[in-house]
């Protein structure tokens, strides 16, 4: 383990928008002796989690797993499905979709990004505009982030397909659900998706490593005409070895002993009852920050995200030094702001394998840190989210 | 692992006066290959733990480390220094002191039990009256117990050493240190102790499992001259093994690895800094109750304890009811009222491996169980915590 | 975990007849937060590992699991059934049927020891002879160790209860099978046992720190009548409260964990098996020993032990100086002589959780040993065992 | 973790040439809570392990940690230095070589491969007729598996530096280290290489899941100039995150806690140890497979491999039935024969965190499963390797 010289007594606060806190579960599950891959032991544990899989996704096309960490996923999602030069429409809705489109760019593909002022999730009534505007159908997909972690806005994955239907544009529709599954509704087949992209770390309680494409028959089409460089990304060497259970090459073994685990435990708990949960974290996270005077990033409610809050720090504020006052203090870790929100914004992640005591404990850390950073605020956050909390618990009796 | 039928999310708030919540590097460290006990390795191990109890007694002497639980370790107090029919002096601080000397009889001691109300400690006053009633002597020891963990009162040892030297009485002084040990300052050699007893699952952060008995050279004069029947609990057995390192019998080897690691802790942190640490958490929680309007069990602050509160229901109120639905609803296990106490009082433990955080939180689980089992009390306990530690936050700097 | 200042590679070979090697499994399922030993979740544990327990001494009637090790259930079975001054009989098959006499001394029985010369084990026609002649039934109990642990001979306890029978004497019959139970062929109830002794960390698996007592119903009388002082031995205390799948005092709810996994383990690879298992490799152990040319201790093929072989060395060999080269050349731990065998034997432990290729590494650590330690003996020791595990490979297709 | 069914007692030997065991302090270090990777915990973490790997790669120019398995690192290798349509310098050593050769046809670089049988390492002679050959210098690299795992040879990588040299030729070398890297020695700046590939799962002793590229100034420069589309695998993004110990996007980790936990490791037994016993250890299973009379498909010492040794079969005998026998039997997992080879031959692997007793073990494995699945063979290659490792152990005294 990382050494600590002086120790800091009790648990860490892991309140970013992911990792989030990997269960003692998961963790043992992982806590255990690598397996030959190529085995009859693996095979089982192969098609127990390939399968597994769809069933989070919600899909009944395959799922790739790549044993890499979530970036890869969004550049298998490209790389798969298109050719040099292709154009694909994207939306600003904060740093992470920047990100992917900076990545489609060093790709060698066009992409178009539609700006936006980080505050909203993807605005359909835009991508159906400029779908209907291109007659000649050179965008080939339409990629948006679910859950925007650099802003806590999610985008309605539903309306983006209607909106496409309503143009009549045959894109793809790409969808990064990193920060989203398994903490926010999310339904690859029912929503028409055809790559969906995501990653460990977050909503399925794991360590970073694995990350996944789930795949629609559209997309594998795609797929069969894409002449982009790939190997490691490539689907066509990984469906055919998933088939069995194996992989073409080695795969992250122990990460997928908890992806087993994990995927167990989210059917355990019912995954309605996850959304839930992560719904009413994110609702008593609000309120609080309400309570305190400040102002949630996401300016429409209908863009809210249960995984994670963004708060706008009062003018004058720098949102770094009251994360590291709240560090320093009460061993608590809050999402820092990313490129144009740097400084400006501090995020609270209440994503993953959390409860209501651990979401009040981590408001407190909060609302303490704000009063020591000397950040203007009123008291009683940590009361409304209780507040809240208890008449919820109160209504599930 | 026990099976979750239904899976319940995030962490459990284990807010009972012990055991307390394992630190990961402890489970850790005891999650190794057990070794053989009689091998040049053990006995590395043997010699660290057994010099590194001696710095969190601050004794110069003995320990004692036995493979068993704590009521192991009273019973071993009394077998090896006295002998049938010995008067032991005991005071009636509660659950604990009443069973210590309930054994006492049941091995065929008499026990003298000074009567209490259990609100407060040992009172020294009226041991010393005791001592100097006994002109002969008669009476062998006098058994106290540090913190009594049924009712959040902590016994001032320094001053029932100062009662027995007025008193010019030469019976031994046997302190309970179960739950107090490495949470509330305690100084064997100092105060005079001749056996202090204590265990592992509390201030020192382990599982149940090994338990201790610290001796003075007046207890092992008094256990040459001791003929109770014993031999577990004999340390005439231990010693000469222990001075090599090793045991007599097979030792609690994974719990020892976890015992070292432990003491390891302790000093990273630094014993002072792990009282004030306790201490803080004590005051925030007192503060709290009293915010509810509800009233701590012990009613003289001088005898309040660093490692648990105890709070009195209003009238009418069934403190096990409310308990249950904490639990239930907030996954919080708080500590029950025992025998006298039962139904009466809960027990709120904030000892050994926490922090502000953590203690916030459950102190809002107990705020909003209060409210779900309708148990009249007033809001703003967790901000009068909150407002505490964030002063005493600001006051670190 | 205890630091290694020169790392050595690779798995240390375990090889003493306990404790044995713990399972990933179970130090995994060990290696979880404790539990509230009052809430509801611990009595599911708790009465999963009582009831399981039964399965395992294969007994009808209450087991009781102290949180201490073995020599604590020792002690327990004496003082909970005798009084002062009784009579127990008890046969010299080792060091520890020695020891168990010693504590019988020390607890104020009157242990009446039949002697032998440690290459066998309890000899039922002596046992037989002895309480044909105590015509008064002064004899209360007959005291057997299932497994010497120290000459790796076993007493037939089946014949031991005819001797007792066909002497028509009520003596109680108890038996410690610490080294055995889980290893070696075991019936509480079948063999009419009052008392079965046992430990946590031999054929169960586990770190040591757990220890048994099965009872019948006989026993249960008995114990009503006992006045031996006793507390935390008392089954008067632990009764009423394992009813409930509780204790009376803190339990050891870790290592709880681990047995509950273990018992499930046992019955996964199914009773028989195991003990066809140990059968197995002590079969292939003697194999090697007799191809070295090298003497096993136990005499009579009749005592040979499943658990554990122990070999003479030849004239003018010193054991512990073959054992140390043993383990720094190749690192394996061995068993020593134990007092009166002291540097004359070392013994192979080839019990607990453990597989061909396992036990043919460890006897080729032991035939290299001998050859670097210059111990004269022939070669072809792990040849001979080879050929025979094959065998027994090639039958089981 | 993945159940058992029916339960196999004892540790799995798993003999294939990676994954290789992972020891408990690894798998322990890696049990640990996720922490924020973009805080100050991880950025020590960060650095530690970035310049931990240049020590065990030696050298002094950054190296790349990609969470990702070790193919990605092969695919980053290419992407990172050249231009489509570059001609690179293959050789045929076997199974991974010819996935090298077929990933760089992929990737849209032309390969020129040369031929082998498969039965040797890279030929130096070989490399430097064709670089001499190429007076324009289209060949921009060269590309050579250090260790190939499919055949148990090596290449020596100093005499193909020396060939460049002797050619005067400016391509990059570019060497697979993925099952030799911390098994045999390797210096990559030494050696003058400028790409060296690795992974984790092989002698760094941890899971499948991080890759490595160490890099030369010359790489450096290359990387500049080249124009293939990359993100996830590029250095340009990865280097100046790391100059701070971070990563551009979600590291692994927890497999980075075990790989600073290897780190140490390995300088605690000190790599020259580590490479003299994985040598001692080829060298005993290449001497019972002399004894058995099988035939080392390697067919020339000086390619003999530290980390593997793969066996041909007798003429018509088929090399997965006997492993299979083998895994049923004795629960030992041997690789298999890959393409070309399979069926043909099976594969020791005898690199990563073993000893002694664990080989001998494992060949016993090896001899006994030869026999059940009626290969021809002699005995005697356990008692060949057992001799060997004997005089070897007392050389060490």
Redesign the interface.
């Known amino acids: ?2 050494s ?11 309140q ?1 928008p ?8 998961i ?15 693996f095979q ?2 192969g098609r ?1 989690v390939l399968d597994g899989m769809k069933s989070i996704f919600k899909c009944a096309g395959p799922v790739i797993i ?7 996923a969004w ?1 298998a999602a490209l ?1 798969n499905v298109l050719n ?1 030069g292709d154009k694909v429409l994207m939306f600003e809705t904060g740093h992470f979709a920047t990100l992917w489109k ?2 489609a760019l ?3 593909l066009q992409p178009e990004f539609i700006a936006s002022d980080w505050r909203i999730g993807t605005d359909p009534a835009a991508i159906e505009a400029r779908l209907r505007a291109d007659k000649s159908h050179e965008i080939k997909a339409v990629c948006v982030v679910h859950n925007e972690t650099s802003t806590g806005c999610i985008t309605h994955v539903g309306e983006i397909r209607k909106a496409i239907d309503a143009a009549g544009h045959p894109a793809l529709l790409m969808v990064d659900t990193i920060s989203s599954l398994a903490s926010i509704d999310y339904r690859h087949d029912e929503w028409g998706v055809d790559v969906t992209v995501s ?1 460990s ?1 977050k909503g399925l309680m794991l ?3 694995l990350s996944f494409n789930a795949l629609s028959e559209k997309a594998l089409a795609a797929a069969r005409a894409s002449t ?5 990304w ?1 689907w066509e060497e990984m469906l055919p070895h998933n088939k069995n259970g194996f992989f ?8 997928l ?1 908890g992806l ?2 994990a995927i167990d ?1 989210l059917h ?2 019912g995954l309605e009852n ?1 959304f839930a ?1 992560h719904d009413r974290h994110a609702e008593a996270t609000r309120r609080a920050v309400t309570a305190w005077g400040l102002e949630i990033l996401c300016r429409e409610p209908k863009y809210y995200s249960s995984s994670l809050t963004a708060v706008l720090m009062p003018e004058g504020q720098n949102a770094d030094d009251f994360r590291r006052i709240a ?1 320093e ?5 809050l999402g ?1 702001g990313l490129t144009k929100l740097a400084g400006r914004v501090f995020r609270i992640g209440h994503l993953g ?6 979401i ?3 408001l ?2 909060v ?2 840190g704000l ?2 950073a000397g950040v203007p605020h009123k ?2 956050g ?2 409304a989210a ?1 507040d809240y ?2 008449a919820q ?2 209504k ?2």
Do not use: C, W
């Open positions: 383990m990382v600590n010289a002086a120790r800091i007594a009790g648990r860490h606060f892991l970013i992911g990792p989030t806190p990997v269960p003692d579960r963790l043992r599950a992982m806590d255990m002796p690598t397996i030959d891959h190529r085995g009859p032991e089982k544990l127990r790549y044993p890499a960490s979530g970036t890869g550049e790389v040099a900076n990545m060093k790709l060698g990653g770390q360590p970073p490593g982009m460089p790939k190997l490691f490539s073409p090459y080695t795969p992250g073994t122990n990460l002993y087993a685990e435990m355990e708990e996850v949960r560090l203090k009460f061993d608590i870790s820092t394998d959390t409860n209501d005591l651990t009040l404990g981590a407190a850390g609302e303490m009063g020591l008291k009683g940590v009361q209780m909390l208890a618990a109160k599930a009796a």
